[in-house]
């Protein structure tokens, strides 16, 4: 429906009430055609989160699980710096979270997915455009449809007949002020709703890849350690070794021992020479990865600061953990906010045989440009019923169900994932655990069988046989050591992370 109050034209411009009802078509048709598209939008982009894919029949919009934007300028990474840089943990991981590109793009796709939630809510709030615009016309009002016969004796306001050319040149000049709202549109509601839950379910995921990245950054810091203790301790067997094949070169050259026992530690000697170069480029590569990992140039040369954390760790019930990962597992929100998404966006379908009512219109003036002007409007009211759309609305239905159904199984799924992870990790915490005391036992034994062995072989009371047996011994438990401390520190890192508090809670777990 429609309300038209439209005053009389200037003589000589029946040109300007055809433009004036082209213009009310026109608002007309804006307003229904934008609240429509923002809502098909929305609609397109909620039943398309759940399987990680749009809707083929509706255009794309702000989605719950919105697909990765290209970075098309190629990685971003600091200037390599001279000397060394001195890493803590936290530095390390603090530097993760502000330069790793794959957060750098979950921060451009949360922005795209907040502009998309903007461009939706439009559709609820009032448009108001300014617009105006000069134009010079050459009109045949013959082409028209005003024939000579037509026109002949028309009379203008009594005065008598005039005459009127076929062809009219005009130059007109037109201002105006157009506003339109909707009064009454549910769909349009729900799927804003749709969109606010799409944004935080983007920034869930935001906030789970953050803890992979801690998890991530931690294990190669934690690993960097580990064989950083591997090369210390290659490097003290290469110097034992070395004094064991001295001592042996001294005892043959002395006539008291025999070239075996050369050749014998001539050969550990350069075992662990291979050892050592062997750790010394597992380090490097190591600080390699850990450069990339928090998008550092990988010729960066890095001095980890800490040392191998090691604390006992206070148990965690798993019903306390249950809790916790309940509350704080992202992956496990961001399921929950896509439903919110899948819901909001059902209540949109149901509603969309719902009439919707909208007001529009405009005020401005019009006239000749060098002329006389004076002021035209346009108010209007639209009500839109659905009518031929069944088919439409059916399918939209049918879709927004199986994706709620779809998002409440994969929901469950991943609640009974979260348990069996939990468990996982609280059975590598305890037996890593174990594993600490055993070794660091074993050293201490080892430690001791080779302290006696090196004495019996100097006091000439045995070969060296034993000693080498004995070193064999402790460089098994030593190693065992630094990769029980490593397991079990990063077994803590990943029950932190399966609770969902790692990029908070990591110190704590660490026993920093």
Same mark, same amino acid.
């Given at each position: 429906?429609?309300?038209?109050?439209?005053?009389?034209?200037?003589?000589?411009?029946?040109?300007?009430?055809?433009?004036?009802?082209? /213009?009310?078509?026109?608002?007309?048709?804006?307003?229904?055609?934008?609240?429509?598209?923002?809502?098909?939008?929305?609609?397109?982009?909620?039943?398309?989160?759940?399987?990680?894919?749009?809707?083929?029949?509706?255009?794309?919009?702000?989605?719950?699980?919105?697909?990765?934007?290209?970075?098309?300028?190629?990685?971003?990474?600091?200037?390599?710096?001279?000397?060394?840089? !001195?890493?803590?943990?936290?530095?390390?991981?603090?530097?993760?979270?502000?330069?790793?590109?794959?957060?750098?793009?979950?921060?451009?796709?949360?922005?795209?997915?907040?502009?998309?939630?903007?461009?939706?809510?439009?559709?609820?709030?009032?448009?108001?455009?300014?617009?105006?615009?000069?134009?010079?016309?050459?009109?045949?009002?013959?082409?028209?449809?005003?024939?000579?016969?037509?026109?002949?004796?028309?009379?203008?306001? %009594?005065?008598?007949?005039?005459?009127?050319?076929?062809?009219?040149?005009?130059?007109?000049?037109?201002?105006?002020?157009?506003?339109?709202?909707?009064?009454?549109?549910?769909?349009?509601?729900?799927?804003?709703?749709?969109?606010?839950?799409?944004?935080?379910?983007?920034?869930?995921?935001?906030?789970?890849?953050?803890?992979?990245?801690?998890?991530?950054?931690?294990?190669?810091?934690?690993?960097?350690?580990?064989?950083?203790?591997?090369?210390?301790?290659? &490097? %003290?067997?290469?110097?034992?070794?070395?004094?064991?094949? &001295?001592?042996?070169?001294?005892?043959?050259?002395?006539? /008291?021992?025999?070239?075996?026992?050369?050749?014998?530690?001539?050969?550990?000697?350069?075992? &662990?020479?291979?050892?050592?170069?062997?750790?010394?480029?597992?380090?490097?590569?190591?600080?390699?990865?850990?450069?990339?990992?928090?998008?550092?140039?990988?010729?960066?040369?890095?001095?980890?600061?800490?040392?191998?954390?090691?604390?006992?760790?206070?148990?965690?019930?798993?019903?306390?953990?249950?809790?916790?990962?309940?509350?704080?597992?992202?992956?496990? !929100? %961001?399921?929950?906010?896509?439903?919110?998404?899948?819901?909001?966006?059902?209540?949109?379908?149901?509603?969309?045989?719902?009439?919707?009512?909208?007001?529009?219109?405009?005020?401005?003036?019009?006239?000749?440009?060098?002329?006389?002007?004076? %002021?035209?409007?346009?108010?209007?009211?639209?009500?839109?019923?659905?009518?031929?759309?069944?088919?439409?609305? !059916?399918?939209?239905?049918?879709?927004?169900?199986?994706?709620?159904?779809?998002?409440?199984?994969?929901?469950?799924?991943?609640?009974?994932?979260?348990?069996?992870?939990?468990?996982?990790?609280?059975?590598?915490?305890?037996?890593?655990?174990?594993?600490?005391?055993?070794?660091?036992?074993?050293?201490?034994?080892?430690?001791?069988?080779?302290?006696?062995?090196?004495?019996?072989?100097?006091?000439?009371?045995?070969?060296?046989?034993?000693?080498?047996?004995?070193?064999?011994?402790?460089?098994?438990?030593?190693?065992?050591?630094?990769?029980?401390?490593?397991?079990?520190?990063?077994?803590?890192?990943?029950?932190?992370?399966?609770?969902?508090?790692?990029?908070?809670?990591?110190?704590?777990?660490?026993?920093?």
């Amino acid at each position: 429906m429609s309300l038209i109050s439209q005053p009389e034209a200037p003589h000589g411009t029946l040109i300007e009430v055809i433009q004036t009802k082209e /213009v009310m078509e026109q608002a007309r048709t804006r307003m229904s055609l934008g609240l429509k598209a923002s809502s098909l939008m929305l609609l397109a982009a909620a039943y398309g989160s759940a399987f990680g894919q749009d809707s083929a029949a509706l255009p794309p919009a702000p989605s719950a699980v919105a697909k990765p934007l290209v970075l098309t300028g190629g990685e971003m990474v600091e200037q390599e710096q001279p000397g060394v840089v !001195r890493l803590t943990l936290d530095d390390a991981i603090a530097t993760a979270l502000k330069q790793n590109t794959a957060l750098r793009l979950r921060s451009d796709q949360e922005s795209y997915v907040h502009g998309q939630v903007l461009t939706v809510g439009n559709a609820l709030v009032p448009n108001l455009s300014i617009s105006a615009y000069s134009q010079a016309q050459e009109i045949d009002l013959a082409a028209m449809g005003f024939k000579a016969s037509t026109l002949a004796g028309l009379k203008v306001g %009594g005065a008598g007949s005039v005459t009127i050319a076929e062809i009219v040149k005009i130059n007109t000049t037109n201002a105006q002020i157009n506003l339109s709202q909707a009064l009454f549109n549910v769909p349009a509601y729900y799927l804003y709703r749709a969109a606010q839950k799409a944004a935080a379910a983007t920034n869930w995921q935001t906030l789970n890849e953050r803890g992979g990245v801690v998890i991530a950054t931690g294990g190669l810091y934690l690993r960097t350690l580990a064989d950083e203790a591997q090369v210390r301790n290659a &490097e %003290g067997l290469v110097k034992q070794d070395q004094l064991v094949y &001295e001592h042996a070169k001294a005892s043959r050259d002395a006539g /008291v021992g025999i070239n075996l026992d050369v050749l014998r530690a001539q050969v550990d000697l350069q075992n &662990e020479q291979q050892t050592l170069v062997q750790s010394i480029n597992a380090v490097a590569k190591d600080k390699i990865q850990l450069n990339r990992e928090i998008n550092m140039p990988a010729g960066q040369e890095l001095e980890l600061v800490d040392t191998v954390p090691f604390a006992e760790f206070d148990e965690l019930s798993l019903g306390d953990a249950m809790k916790l990962a309940e509350i704080k597992r992202k992956d496990l !929100r %961001g399921l929950e906010a896509q439903l919110s998404v899948a819901s909001a966006t059902q209540k949109a379908v149901k509603y969309e045989r719902v009439p919707t009512l909208g007001v529009g219109g405009f005020y401005g003036v019009i006239g000749e440009t060098t002329g006389n002007y004076h %002021g035209n409007f346009v108010a209007q009211g639209q009500l839109s019923v659905p009518i031929f759309e069944e088919a439409t609305l !059916r399918g939209q239905k049918e879709v927004a169900v199986a994706q709620t159904r779809a998002l409440n199984q994969q929901i469950e799924s991943t609640r009974a994932a979260i348990e069996g992870e939990i468990r996982s990790a609280m059975l590598d915490v305890e037996s890593a655990a174990e594993l600490v005391k055993v070794s660091h036992s074993n050293v201490d034994l080892a430690t001791q069988a080779l302290s006696d062995a090196t004495m019996r072989f100097t006091a000439g009371v045995d070969d060296d046989l034993p000693v080498q047996r004995a070193q064999a011994s402790l460089v098994t438990a030593q190693t065992q050591v630094i990769q029980a401390e490593f397991q079990y520190n990063y077994a803590k890192l990943t029950l932190a992370r399966n609770t969902g508090v790692v990029e908070t809670e990591y110190k704590q777990f660490l026993g920093k």
